[in-house]
């Protein structure tokens, strides 16, 4: 018997760092893999029961390998609306936006978040960013090459983050910080825990309601275990968080989305306000604004899956005898029952419901285009 | 009846010139929940080392090979109900195929439990 698990991955010229919860993990009982440089829990009781918990209840999730990148000085908006397509300068204290950083021919190098503070948290920094884990490098070394010298960048890598998703994971989380009941999706703030300073924003990648905790490397044990005290909380893997953010129809970086794809057909539309896209003034304008007029040549698809049998990244997807695409994620979904998967077809394969076939293993299997998300999103939106 | 072991953690009962193959507990437990098993058609042919099935789990696809060489004879229809089968009961019900042996003296230089379980310990 042979695997081949694609999530664990393991970049076997570097040696795997730990994380801040390394320990807290393996006393779990994590069985623990090599993901963007870590060691990281894929999972502890199953994949399954965990995808289930955070569906119908609240799971912690440690994403600490992911880069948590502060921003300031003179200029920052401008600096930064040089560098993402999305609005800085309308992003209001204590706000989150979804982006991308793109590069000179609008290829997507990275998805990301990016807030504005408050003016006080974080050293009175004007803005934080998270990246992706596997990027950070990558994204800090682009970033700084192309920021004016009075914009200043802080990568934190004695900040832990940590997620907590589900539909009681806001009533989890009061318990701990009544507070944090005020925030709403995409909202963030500063909140202090047994004296602790946490940057909190209610968002997540899982399709359901919950937070991102930013909290020093140095407490983040103490807070996982109060976390993991409540009645509502258990710790879960990467293995769960794939298939959770598969079936809400997020893309993943590295997977969904790379420089190869097209920004316009990732679907990113919310990425990139009508401001920007008029104005243009982001490093790769001119393809978005191309794709914007002409329409991008394929874009990113959910696809539904006839049987049982699961289609892997990288399997390609056809239309009679014409290949028009190819899987960029894909698995079985616990929530749904069957196997989802994304991909990327061309334009005119792209419809709702167009009918279309995936090879695996040599084998045709029927699929259909279909609406994304497959499990619908339960963010707390404002009332 | 006899077991044996082998070290891609197949585990192979043979009776008379019939062998029944499935995947340890060790390798169910290594998967994690099983999702779907492509099992060989009836009649299908295999050398030792063939990829002979396919266990998905919810991540990922795994092969199993053939530890030896025969004829298909049964596949498990049971793991196309209820491939969970083999994460709840991996070295009894949720047997994978039955081989009519092709060759036995294959089977020699294969583990016994003893030897699997100390394979095993050393992994």
Known sequence: MSGNDDIAHIEEELPLQDLPLDAWHRAKGARMVGFAGYHMPIQYEGIMAEHGWTREHAGLFDVSHMGQLLFSGEGVDEALELLLPSDIKGLKPCRQRYSMLLDDEGGILDDLMVSRLDGAAFDGADIYMVVNGATKYDDIGWMIERLPDEVVMNHMDDQALLALQGPEAGEALAALIPETADLVFMQSAPFIWRGVPLWISRSGYTGEDGFEISVPAADVTLLADALCELPQVKPIGLGARDSLRLEAGLPLYGHDLSPAVSTIGADPGFAIQKRRREEGGFIGHARVMKELADGPGSKRVGLKIEGRMPAREGAPIYAGGTQVGEVTSGGFAPTVGAPIAMGWVSLPHSAIDTALEIEVRGKRIAATVAPMPFVPHRYRRKA | ?123
């Open chain 2, 1 to 123: 009846m006899s077991r044996y072991f082998t070290e891609e953690h197949e585990w192979i009962d043979v009776e008379g010139d019939i062998a029944t193959v499935g995947i340890t507990d060790y390798a169910q437990e290594q998967l994690g929940d099983i999702v779907f098993v492509e099992l060989p058609a009836e009649g299908t042919s295999f050398e030792k080392g063939d990829d002979a099935a396919v266990v998905e789990s919810v991540k990922a696809a795994s092969d199993v090979y053939a530890p030896i060489s025969g004829e298909v004879v049964e596949a498990n229809g049971a793991l196309e109900d209820e491939p969970a089968l083999v994460n709840s009961d991996a070295e009894e019900d949720g047997w994978f195929f039955k081989l009519r042996i092709g060759d036995a003296s294959e089977l020699e230089g294969l583990m016994n439990e003893a030897a699997y379980k100390k394979f095993v310990a050393s992994l």
